[in-house]
């Protein structure tokens, strides 16, 4: 059975850091490109940064390109996503999703498995 377990959202105040976790389990990890999407209320889903296990590559939404960093564990596999200078507009719940393709695509339609999503708030 595949899960992407999500840990590591919560509160904080604008120019604050957290840092998401992904918990992968049931598919090859290294065969996968595994990332992060979110949704804010009354807008669409969007990518965040996504890591390709396949080739090593990354990718980063424009909105995020300096701030947030995506990292993996093989040993624990595991994704990270490091986000630091929060902004109030990066308040969404936030997903881990998981491609077969093992490219780091930021279109929703090309990911196999979701996580249940973790709440961000940043306050002003």
């Known amino acids: 059975e595949v899960q992407l377990v999500e840990s590591g959202g919560g509160l904080v105040q604008a120019g604050g850091s957290l840092r998401l976790s992904c918990a992968a389990s049931?598919?090859?990890?290294?065969?996968?490109?595994i990332g992060w999407f979110r949704q804010a209320p009354g807008k669409e889903r969007e990518g965040v940064s996504i890591?390709?296990?396949?080739?090593?590559?990354?990718n980063y939404a424009d909105s995020v390109k300096g701030r947030f960093t995506i990292s993996s564990d093989n040993a624990k596999k595991t994704v990270y996503l490091q986000m630091n200078n929060l902004k109030p507009e990066d308040t969404a719940v936030y997903y881990c999703?998981?491609?077969?393709?093992?490219?780091?695509?930021?279109?929703?339609?090309?990911?196999?498995?979701w996580g249940q999503g973790t709440q961000v708030t940043v306050s002003s």
């Open positions: 890591i390709s296990k396949k080739d090593g590559t990354t």
């Open positions: 049931g598919f090859t990890f290294d065969d996968y490109a």
């Open positions: 999703s998981a491609t077969s393709t093992g490219v780091a695509t930021m279109a929703p339609w090309a990911y196999d498995y």
